[in-house]
């Protein structure tokens, strides 16, 4: 791990993450695992260079690194190693990190091979699974050995095709909101008019190619001088007088566009594409006699102005209104019938962020969160919330402690007494007790049918054999769905963004199942999840599925991802009647399975 040259972020972000790894193999402290990863991921997504942090003395302003980790990079950025990190990465070998990375290979399995066998790296994985080496070893055997047999095919493949292009929108959106703040704070008041974010970003894709971002200003040099100089700047490609286009420390490029405020509603129109979307519109202007660009429209003679006029739109509305159309909403911009349903007036009033009402996915330290079941309603309530969900992960899921069934009544105990304080209190807000209950790999559940039947709201969610073949966890997640007991379906295709790929599952067969049973589906809001997806959001609800918007959160913090799922929601043209928990309490619980025990399990 020692290095004499200067670290980049991506470079120390990988060491942290390296660390974590380790600590990991080693079944070391979750929390501290937690702590190097949140590190780990709050330097690779860092816009401004991390040894210029450290020479101004501010690591601890990045949030998710204390003093200790602090000092240890600034020893590992002074140096060029830290001894601590150095010890880790001489005990475990970067090859048994790397078998983490196989499908399926979890740090216990990783160490039990590496301690037991002696494989240290994937190609003597590999080798070991070819000659039957595994099958002796306890918890192993002969499936087991294809199973990892296909799984290093699969990372081989991965690895082929190189990394994603693509930064994730948890990574895209909070860099160009800061870039806008830091534009904003930086220029002298009304400098800058209007300004905002375009492109996919705007649209709530999931994956961002880059960043655009327009603006209405009268002094656009100043501003463009000043956008170039920004901290997060690592490298100018483009400087012009009304557009500069950057690449920032984490090697996202953004692109700024500065337009006169007459063009600002064509501009905004145009920039936010997507391009499928562009192109019906301008054959509709074209229809009409119209040639569209960002600047606006120029008559061509075809239709009743005369050819070369020229008209201009102040904002967005303006012009689809000039066409015939109702405002479509960016995030409906993908040339799936929005077009014809503007045309029709009868675009869907999406969901907004503000009708959630609660939320049903979440976790505590009672499994693997970092606040208690109190400091998580706090959080809640802060948000406006009326209702939350304590779901800690069932016994089943082997890399968390998992909640069992005698643990579930001293929680209960917990929970209870929170809600009767906020009786005494007058506070409209109720705690629910439920569980994220793991689907095990025959389809049983990490939990008893009498355990469940106590709980207010249970989710149903697969971690584990993911690489099982299509009928095989398929056939696994529908016979936790006809489990009267699961209101849920949590994160059901597994994915990760740019990380690991959707399950072989069977989506269509799982949301008729859906359907048929009343579980609701989830759209997991975390933004490296985002699970379901807009396209299975929206087919959910072609099918008569209800969904609920849930953040999964770990800690305080995770609430505020709400909106990743508000845009999911929207993409996938939700309105607020489709999420179930926008309704009030007895009316969301009234959507769920077994209304019945759910009456009779208020307190």
Known sequence: MTTTTRLTNREVAAILAGV?????????????????????????????????????????????????????????????????????????????????????????????????????SVAALRAAAEAGQLRDLKGFGARSEEKILKGIELLEKRTAQGANERTPIGVALPLARRIIAELQANLPAGVIERIEIAGSLRRWKETIGDVD???????????????????????????????????LGNGLQVDLRV??????????????????????????????????????????????????????????????????????????????GEVTAARQHSLPALITLDALQGELHSHTTWSDGVASVAEMAEAARARGYRYWNVSDHSVGLGIVQGVDGEKLQRQRAEIDAYNRHCVEQGIDFRLLQGSEVEILADGSLGLSDEVLATLDVV????????????????????????????????????????????????????????????????????????????????????????????????SPQDLTLAEYGVGVARRGWLTTADVINTRPLDGMLALLKDAQRKANNER
């Open 259 to 336: 337009v006169e405020r007459k063009h600002w509603g064509a501009a905004l129109q145009y920039f936010t594409g997507s391009k499928e979307h562009n192109v019906v519109v301008r054959e509709l202007a074209l229809k009409q006699g119209w040639s569209l660009n960002e600047y606006g429209l120029t008559a061509t003679g075809a239709g009743d102005a005369p050819a070369g006029e020229e008209r201009f739109f102040a904002e967005e509305a303006d012009l689809y209104a000039f066409l015939g159309l109702d405002w479509t909403p960016p995030e409906l911009r993908e040339n799936r």
């Open 20 to 120: 974590a790894a380790r600590l990991q193999i080693l079944d070391a402290n979750r929390f501290r695992i937690i702590a190097f990863q949140n590190a780990a991921e709050s330097i690779r997504t860092l816009a401004q260079d991390i040894n210029a942090i450290d020479a101004a003395g501010e690591l601890t302003n990045i949030q998710g690194i204390g003093k200790g980790i602090g000092d240890a990079i600034h020893h590992l950025l002074a140096n060029g190693s830290d001894p601590e990190f150095d010890a880790l990465f001489a005990q475990v070998p970067q090859g048994v990190v790397d078998m983490m990375q196989v499908p399926d290979m979890g740090p216990k399995k990783a160490k039990r091979l590496w301690e037991e066998l002696g494989i240290d």
């Open 213 to 247: 971002i327009l603006c209405v200003s009268a002094q656009p040099s100043l501003v463009m001088e000043t956008f170039r100089t920004l901290p997060e700047v690592a490298d100018i490609l483009g400087a012009g007088e009304t557009k500069s286009s950057v690449v």
């Open 459 to 554: 989710v149903a969610s697969i971690h584990s054999a993911q690489r099982q073949d299509r009928e095989t966890i398929t056939a696994r997640c529908l016979k936790a769905i006809y489990n009267p007991h699961v209101d849920i379906l949590g994160h059901p295709t597994g994915r990760l963004i740019g990380e690991r790929p959707p399950t072989e599952i069977d989506m269509e067969r799982i949301l008729q199942a859906c359907r048929e049973t009343g579980t609701v589906v989830e759209i997991n809001a975390n933004p490296a999840r985002l699970d379901v997806n807009d396209l299975y959001a929206r087919r959910a609800v072609e099918l008569g599925c209800k969904l609920a918007i849930n953040c999964d959160a770990h």
